[in-house]
Each structure stands twice: as structure tokens, then as C-alpha cells.
């Protein structure tokens, strides 16, 4: 009869640590930054299909690298979440705290677990508040981890380095085209030193948890047109949206419907 082999329980969940952070490792980056209007998410992503970056509810958004479906799961159940304790409780109820809490339980429990292997994944929860000080983002890693991040933050591949050069540049106060030009050099950079990439409108996602819109629901993908004026530089395609005037806004109901599909 065989001896099984004796393994320390710090040298397993170094292990399985490891084995989480490789897989991450071969995933394209995704950046999330703060601007004078919200936060905005940008993402090295060439499908339209399959998004990193995600609407969860009214103020708050999803980005996550890693294994996809893996990470939709985590998704979907954090949209299930929100939409049961906004239909229980209210709806102002639902914060990006929670939902980390909520996402740091469930990963912290798979990556404990002998049974299966950790997740390979990488999530970032932001939620947009009422004025700049009152953004929240966190990051939370495949053991469980909740970190509370200030202004920027990247995970993924070269996450570090990405990192490093966003808190060196960031400002408070940036305007959209200059957040989304910060976060697209971050992207392009070469962790090396090397020459930089040239990162197209094609090969990125972009999003927005956009403090200024009179909608209930903040968040907003930028496509198209506006997302190409926006790389360009160009201020006035900030609004290029389908808002309605102000006056119409204030009289407008407040949507109802918490669907988030309508918008991936």
C-alpha cells in the first residue's frame, strides 16, 4: 500500500495560487480610471460577442480578465443579486461593497475548496457616486481578496507595470478623451520598454458608469463614431448619446426595468 505524499497546507494554496495567477497572466489587460464624470473601463478586447465589461445595476459595472465562462457565471450571479435585494429592499440598497463582499465569499470559498481547481479570473466591482469622492472601485483577486482601489487600477497580463504608469499620470479632474487616452497608453505600452502598440477603436471595449446622465441606469458602452472622436480627442462627442433635454428629463418616469442585456 502506497504512502500518499504529504503536503503542507501553505505549500497547497501557494500552489493553487500560482496556478490561478499563470492563467490570468495569459489574458489580455483591462483598465479602470476615474474622471471628472464617472469611470470609465477600457478593455483589450477584439470580439464584439464576448464582453470583459459588464453592467450589473443602476450605478454599478463588472470588468473581469481571465476565463470566460467562469467570469460570466460570476456575472450573472452578481446580477441576480442585485436585482433580488433591489426588488426586496430598495434599490439604493444595492452597492458595489456588497456585491464585492458577495463575489470575495464565493471565490474565496471555490479557491479553498480540494475539490475543483480555483477560478482563473480577476474581477474589478465600480460603482459611480454622486460626486468624485464617493466612486468606488475594488479589486478582487481568485483567493477571495477584496482590495479597495483609489482612481485606477488594471488586471491581467502586464497589470502591474499597467499599474504603475496610471498612478504616475492620473489626475483628478480629467476630462473623457483625456481618461481614455491615459488608459489606451497604458494598454499599448511595452512592459520592456519596447516600442509601444498602436491599439485601434476595433481592438478595444470601452464603457462608462457616466455620473451626468439623467438616466437611473449610468452605464453606457462607447461604440462607433463616438468612440473614434472620443480616441481622437474630440470633447464634443462626450454627449453623443440619445439624451433627451433637460426639461424633458425632469418630467421623464424613472425606467423600471433592472434587464442588463439591453446594453451588452
Not at 454599478?60 to 443579486?81: C, D, K, P, S, T
Not at 477560478?119 to 466591482?125: R, T
Request: aromatic residues 8%; without cysteine; negative net charge.
Amino acid at each position: 500500500m502506497s504512502t500518499p505524499f504529504y503536503v503542507s497546507p501553505q505549500q497547497a494554496m501557494a500552489d493553487r495560487a500560482e496556478y490561478a495567477r499563470k492563467g490570468i497572466a495569459r489574458g489580455r489587460s483591462v483598465v479602470v480610471l476615474t474622471y471628472a464624470d464617472g469611470i470609465v473601463f477600457v478593455a483589450e478586447n477584439t470580439s464584439r460577442a464576448l464582453h470583459k465589461v459588464s453592467e450589473i445595476y443602476d450605478r454599478i459595472a463588472f470588468a473581469a480578465v481571465g476565463r470566460y465562462n467562469e467570469f460570466e457565471n460570476l456575472r450573472i450571479g452578481g446580477v441576480r443579486y442585485a436585482d433580488l435585494r433591489g426588488y426586496s429592499y430598495d434599490r439604493a440598497d444595492v452597492n458595489a461593497r456588497g456585491l464585492a463582499n458577495v463575489y470575495a465569499q464565493t471565490l474565496g470559498t471555490i479557491f479553498s475548496s480540494t475539490g475543483e481547481k480555483p477560478y482563473e479570473v480577476e474581477l474589478i466591482v465600480a460603482e459611480v457616486g454622486k460626486g468624485p469622492d464617493d466612486d468606488q472601485i475594488y479589486r478582487l483577486t481568485p483567493d477571495g481578496s477584496v482590495v479597495d482601489e483609489q482612481h485606477t487600477v488594471a488586471v491581467g497580463g502586464n497589470s502591474e507595470s499597467i499599474s504603475t504608469y496610471l498612478q504616475q499620470r492620473h489626475a483628478e479632474g480629467l476630462t473623457l478623451p483625456e481618461a481614455l487616452k491615459l488608459a489606451v497608453d497604458g494598454l499599448a505600452r511595452d512592459p520592456n520598454g519596447g516600442q509601444a502598440r498602436t491599439l485601434t477603436q476595433d481592438q478595444l471595449e470601452v464603457a462608462v458608469l457616466d455620473r451626468s446622465r439623467w438616466q437611473q441606469r449610468k452605464f453606457k458602452r462607447l461604440v462607433g463614431g463616438q468612440l473614434g472622436r472620443l480616441l481622437a480627442g474630440d470633447e464634443t462627442a462626450v454627449g453623443d448619446e440619445d439624451d433627451i433635454p433637460a426639461e424633458a428629463a425632469a418630467e421623464a418616469p424613472p425606467e423600471e426595468s433592472t434587464d442588463t442585456s439591453s446594453e451588452d
